[in-house]
C-alpha cells in the first residue's frame, strides 16, 4: 500500500481576523519557532509517507518560503516528495482565480495527483492539528472495505462545544455514516462526533468522485461528497482519541498556543519530532534583573523585563521594566521599556513604544497587525 497525502494549508472557515490578512494559516507560527503546516507535515514524514502536495489558495508567499524544497522534512526526493500547487493555473473548466471550494483545488490540481504511484490518499486540514498513525488509518481503512473512512473525535482538549463551521458526523450501529452537518452554534463535546477534516479514500475513487462533482457545479467536499452521497457510499468512521488543537478562530489560535506551556501537553505533542525550517540563531540572553515564568522563549531573543505564561518567538526584544503576561509574541518584536501586555498577539514587526498598555481578554485577545508601530 502506498499513499499520497494531501494538506489543504488554509481553511474555508477561519477568522482569524489580522492574523491571516497576509498569509494563509498553514504558515501562521505555532509554539514559538514552528509553523502551523510543520505539524500535519512531520504527522506524514514520521509514519514514513514522502509523497506529500500541499494545496495552497492565496496568500501563500510566506508559506512557499518556510517550504522550500521540503529538505528539512525529508521531502527533497526523486519520487514523490513535497509538492507545492498554488491555484493560479487555468483550470479544466478554463476558469483562472481561487479555488471556490475544496473539491476544485483538488480537480484543478488532478493532473499533479495522478503523477503519484500511490493508490490511496489521505486529506488533511490545517486548522486542526493532531498526531495520528496515518498508517493504521489506511489499513484500518483498506479492512473495512469502505469507500471512504472519516475521522472524527468527540473531544478538544477542555474545550467545552465543537467549534463552529465543523461538520457533525452521524454513525449507524455498524459506523456507517448515514448523516452529515455543520455546526452553526454552540454544541456540546459530549457524545458528539465531529469531524476532525482527515479523509481516507482510494485514488482513483476520489477522482471519480470529484470529476462528477465538478460536472454538476458542486465545490465542498463535505457537502457536496460526503454528505450527498452518504447513502450511496459505504462511508466509515474512525475515532481519533489522541490530542488535538483546534486554531480557526484567533481565540483558539491563542489557547492552542497557550497549551504547549502545559508540560504534559507538551510531551504528549512531541512524542513524536516535529520539524521545521531551521534558521541560525544566537541563543537569548537574559539580563539582570529579568524574570521568566512559565514561557516558552526562542533563540535570539533579549530579555530585560518579565515575561509569564507567554509565547516569544525568534529575535524579540522586550526592554527593561516590561511586563508580558498571557501573550504571544511573533519574531523581530521589539517592546520597549514600561510596556504592559496582557492577552496579546503581537504579529512580526511590531514596534511597542515605551510604556504602552494594552489588554484583551482570553477569549477576546487583543491583536496587532504585522509591522504595525503602536
Given at each position: 500500500m502506498s499513499i499520497l497525502g494531501i494538506i489543504f494549508s488554509y481553511s474555508e472557515r477561519?477568522?482569524?481576523?489580522?492574523?491571516?490578512?497576509?498569509?494563509?494559516?498553514?504558515?501562521l507560527p505555532m509554539?514559538?519557532?514552528?509553523r502551523i503546516i510543520d505539524f500535519p507535515l512531520s504527522n506524514f514524514v514520521n509514519d514514513g509517507i514522502y509523497d506529500v502536495a500541499?494545496?495552497?489558495?492565496?496568500?501563500?508567499?510566506?508559506l512557499m518560503d518556510h517550504l522550500g524544497s521540503g529538505k528539512e522534512w525529508d521531502l527533497m526526493r526523486k519520487r514523490g516528495g513535497l509538492r507545492v500547487l498554488t491555484p493560479y493555473g487555468k483550470s479544466e473548466s478554463g476558469r483562472n482565480g481561487l479555488y471556490r471550494g475544496s473539491i476544485e483545488a483538488l480537480s484543478n490540481n488532478m493532473h499533479s495527483f495522478r503523477r503519484s504511484l500511490a493508490d490511496t490518499v489521505i486529506l488533511v486540514e490545517t486548522s486542526i492539528l493532531h498526531s495520528m498513525d496515518f498508517n493504521y488509518l489506511a489499513e484500518t481503512h483498506i479492512e473495512s472495505n469502505a469507500d471512504i473512512t472519516a475521522v472524527y473525535t468527540r473531544q478538544l482538549n477542555g474545550y467545552p462545544?465543537?467549534?463552529?463551521?465543523?461538520?457533525?458526523?452521524?454513525?449507524?450501529?455498524e459506523n456507517?455514516?448515514?448523516?452529515?452537518?455543520?455546526?452553526?452554534?454552540?454544541m456540546s463535546c459530549q457524545d458528539v462526533c465531529w469531524s476532525t477534516g482527515v479523509y481516507v479514500i482510494n485514488k482513483s475513487l476520489l477522482e471519480s468522485l470529484v470529476a462528477d462533482a465538478m460536472a454538476y457545479g458542486?465545490?465542498?467536499?463535505?457537502e457536496d461528497i460526503v454528505h450527498r452521497l452518504a447513502g450511496n457510499l459505504n462511508i466509515q468512521g474512525y475515532e481519533y482519541k489522541g490530542h488535538l488543537l483546534e486554531v480557526s478562530s484567533v481565540a483558539g489560535y491563542m489557547k492552542a498556543n497557550m497549551n504547549f506551556l502545559n508540560p504534559v501537553f507538551r510531551e504528549k505533542a512531541f512524542q513524536?519530532?516535529?520539524?521545521?525550517?531551521?534558521?541560525?540563531?544566537?541563543?537569548?540572553?537574559?539580563?539582570?534583573?529579568?524574570?521568566?515564568?512559565?514561557?516558552?522563549i526562542s533563540d535570539g531573543c533579549r530579555i530585560e523585563g518579565t515575561v509569564e505564561n507567554s509565547i516569544i518567538s525568534r529575535n524579540v526584544i522586550i526592554g527593561k521594566d516590561a511586563v508580558v503576561k498571557n501573550s504571544i509574541i511573533m519574531q523581530n518584536t521589539e517592546i520597549m521599556r514600561g510596556v504592559h501586555l496582557n492577552h496579546v498577539i503581537l504579529d512580526k514587526d511590531v514596534i511597542v513604544r515605551e510604556n504602552r498598555q494594552?489588554?484583551?481578554?482570553?477569549?477576546?485577545?487583543?491583536?496587532?497587525?504585522?509591522?504595525?508601530?503602536?
Open positions: 477561519e477568522n482569524l481576523r489580522e492574523l491571516t490578512r497576509m498569509r494563509t494559516i498553514g504558515s509554539a514559538g519557532k514552528f500541499v494545496i495552497a489558495r492565496e496568500n501563500y508567499h510566506s462545544t465543537v467549534p463552529m463551521g465543523v461538520a457533525i458526523l452521524r454513525f449507524n450501529e456507517r455514516l448515514y448523516d452529515l452537518s455543520i455546526n452553526k452554534d454552540d458542486k465545490y465542498d467536499f463535505n513524536k519530532p516535529i520539524y521545521t525550517k531551521s534558521k541560525d540563531s544566537v541563543p537569548a540572553r537574559y539580563f539582570t534583573g529579568c524574570q521568566v515564568k512559565n514561557s516558552i494594552l489588554s484583551g481578554h482570553v477569549t477576546y485577545p487583543v491583536v496587532v497587525e504585522k509591522a504595525s508601530i503602536i
